[in-house]
C-alpha cells in the first residue's frame, strides 16, 4: 500500500489551487483527486473537507535529501524595493509545518488501521511513520546545536592533528607546508569558535513568545500566531541575506519564530520566519477573528485571553510547557452572580 499526505486546505489562491514548484518533486510524487482516494482516508476526521484536495504519494525518504519543496503558494512576490513583509517569507518554515501534517496524518492512519483490525497495512504504516520521526527528530536535534556541538569538537581534534603536522613541517624545514598548515588551522579555529557559540546559543535560549500566542510585527504591523520556534536563526544564507539579518540588533544568535500571518491583515503573506526583536505581544487580550489555513490543524482553538492552544503532537515537538491562564476568582465571582 502506498502512503501519502493529505494536503486539504491549505491552499491559498482564490480559486482553491495547490500551489508548488511542481517540477523538483513530481518525479518522486504523484498527485491524484480526492476522487482517488480510498474509503480509508476518505474517513479520517483528521483534515477538514475542502473543494479541490490533493494528495502527495511517495517515500519519505526523500526528505532526507531536502530536494522536495512541497509549498503553499506565494502570491505576494519579492520586489527590489527593499525590505518588506515578503521578504521574511520562509519556504522552509512552510515546508517544515506540512512535514509535521504528514507526520499527524500517518500517525492517524496507523490508528485507525488498527481499530478496524488491519495490522499489516498497520505495521507498514508504522514503518514510515518511524522513518519521518527518525528524520524529524534529526533536524530538531540540529536545530538545538547538538551537531554544532559534535562539529566544533571534530574541528578541534583536527586543529590538534594540523598542529602536529605543522611541528613537524617546522623541523624538517618544510616551511611552505608549515605556512600552508598555518593558514589551515587559523581557519578552522575561526569555525570551530563560531560553531561554539551558536552551540551556546541553544543551550541557554531563553523564549520570549510562546506556542500559540498571539503578536504583531515591530515594523510591519501584521497580526501573526506563534507556531513554532528556534533559538537562532536556522535559515540559508541567502533568505538571511534577503531578510537583512545582519542589521538586525541582535543579529542572527537571538530567537526566531515561525509565525501564521492573518489573512486579513494581509492575504499574500502565508508563513513568515521572524526574529524575536520584531515580534510584540499585544498590550490587552485580542479576542479579535483570526483567519488562516493552518489554524485549525496545529491548535485546538482559543483560551479566554485569545491566544490559541497548541495541539498535545505541537508542545512536544518544541518541548514546551502547556500554558494554563492565571486563575481569576473575580471571573467566578461574576459568572456565580450571573
Not at 501584521?222 to 541575506?241: F, H, I, K, N, T
Request: charged share 25%; with cysteine.
Amino acid at each position: 500500500m502506498v502512503q501519502g499526505l493529505l494536503l486539504n486546505a491549505l491552499t491559498t489562491s482564490r480559486n482553491g489551487a495547490f500551489c508548488g514548484s511542481m517540477p523538483s518533486w513530481r518525479k518522486h510524487f504523484k498527485l491524484m483527486t480526492k476522487t482517488q482516494i480510498s474509503s480509508v482516508i476518505e474517513r479520517h476526521g483528521i483534515w477538514h473537507l475542502c473543494h479541490q484536495s490533493l494528495v502527495l504519494r511517495g517515500n519519505p525518504n526523500m526528505l532526507k535529501q531536502r530536494n522536495v519543496r512541497v509549498e503553499a503558494g506565494w502570491l505576494f512576490r519579492r520586489g527590489d524595493q527593499g525590505l518588506n513583509a515578503s521578504s521574511e517569507q520562509s519556504e522552509a518554515a512552510n515546508e517544515d509545518i506540512l512535514i509535521f501534517f504528514f507526520q499527524l496524518d500517518l500517525a492517524t492512519r496507523v490508528q485507525y488501521a488498527l481499530n478496524t483490525e488491519q495490522y499489516d497495512i498497520a505495521q507498514q504504516l508504522r514503518n514510515k511513520l518511524t522513518e519521518v520521526e527518525a528524520e524529524v527528530i534529526r533536524q530538531q536535534e540540529a536545530k538545538r546545536g547538538s551537531s554544532l556541538k559534535s562539529e566544533a569538537q571534530d574541528k578541534a581534534i583536527s586543529i590538534i592533528r594540523l598542529r602536529a603536522d605543522l611541528q613537524k613541517a617546522i623541523e624538517s624545514e618544510n616551511y611552505v607546508l608549515a605556512a600552508k598548515l598555518r593558514d589551515a588551522i587559523s581557519e578552522l579555529e575561526a569555525e570551530s569558535l563560531a560553531a561554539s557559540a551558536k552551540a551556546l546559543a541553544h543551550e541557554n535560549a531563553n523564549y520570549s513568545f510562546r506556542l500559540g500566542q498571539r503578536v504583531r510585527h515591530k515594523k510591519f504591523g501584521y497580526r501573526a500566531v506563534v507556531c513554532g520556534m528556534d533559538p537562532v536563526c536556522c535559515e540559508s544564507s541567502s533568505w538571511m541575506e534577503t531578510a537583512q539579518v545582519e542589521k538586525l540588533h541582535r543579529g542572527s544568535n537571538q530567537p526566531f519564530y515561525q509565525v501564521l500571518v492573518d489573512v486579513h491583515a494581509d492575504p499574500n503573506l502565508l508563513v513568515a520566519y521572524v526574529s524575536e526583536e520584531n515580534l510584540l505581544a499585544p498590550d490587552e487580550p485580542d479576542v479579535d477573528r483570526f483567519d488562516h489555513p493552518y489554524i485549525s490543524f496545529l491548535f485546538y482553538g482559543m483560551d479566554a485571553a485569545g491566544d490559541f492552544i497548541p495541539i498535545k503532537q505541537l508542545r512536544e515537538k518544541y518541548n514546551r510547557p502547556r500554558h494554563e491562564i492565571p486563575f481569576d476568582p473575580l471571573d467566578e465571582g461574576h459568572g456565580s452572580d450571573a
